[in-house]
Structure formats: C-alpha cells, structure tokens
Nanobody
C-alpha cells in the first residue's frame, strides 16, 4: 500500500514561483515512476511531469523550461518546482505513482494552485 500526500499549493501572482511536495509512504516507492498531474476546472486531468527512480524526467510541453520535477528516494519525497507561473497553470495538482503495469495505481488527494493577480 502506498499513500501520497501533497503540500505546497496556494495563491501566487503571475510570474511567481511555488514548490509542491509529495510525501509517500510504503516500501514500493523506490521502484516506482512518480509524477504530477493537474486538473483545471472544466478540463481533463493532464500529465505535467514524470520522474523515474533513476531520475529520468519528462515534461508536458506547456511547462518545459518552467517546471522541474525531482525526487529524494531516501526521504520518499517528490517535488515540483514551478517558476514563471501563468494564469493557465491554475489547477488542482495531484501526485501520482505508476505501477508495474504502466498505469497510475496511487493518487494523492490534490493541492490547489491558483495563479492570479
């Protein structure tokens, strides 16, 4: 069993920065691909970034160059550093873990990020 708990969301002005954190519990964290999804009101949930246990990363085109995903396997933490935030980054951000079959098998509860002046 894996539990994921996000933190770090909030209200920020356009151009500002936020750092999201995801704390994972459970022994299978070290071998799992981790990442972040987001869902804006009225829109489908979209993949923002992924990171493998070895540290390989992928990003959605919309956040490349602005967001950085990282992980600390010893602490069972995943982070999303978000810089140069835009209004369109406003969404609920979810931490996720991909299981051996390739799909997401665990989700966090989500944290709200609001970018507004």
């Amino acid at each position: 069993q894996v539990q994921l708990v996000e933190s770090g969301g909030g209200l920020v002005q356009p151009g500002g920065s936020l750092r999201l954190s995801c704390a994972a519990s459970g022994s299978i964290f070290d071998i799992g691909v981790m990442g972040w999804y987001r869902q804006a009101p009225g829109k489908q949930r979209e993949l923002v970034a992924q990171i493998t246990s070895a540290g390989r990363t992928t990003y959605a085109d919309s956040v490349k160059g602005r967001f950085t995903i990282s992980r600390d396997n010893a602490k069972k933490m995943v982070y999303l550093q978000m810089n140069s935030l835009k209004n369109e980054d406003t969404a609920v951000y979810y931490c996720a873990r991909w299981g051996p079959a390739g799909g997401v098998d665990y989700w966090g509860q989500g944290t709200q990020v609001t970018v507004s002046s």
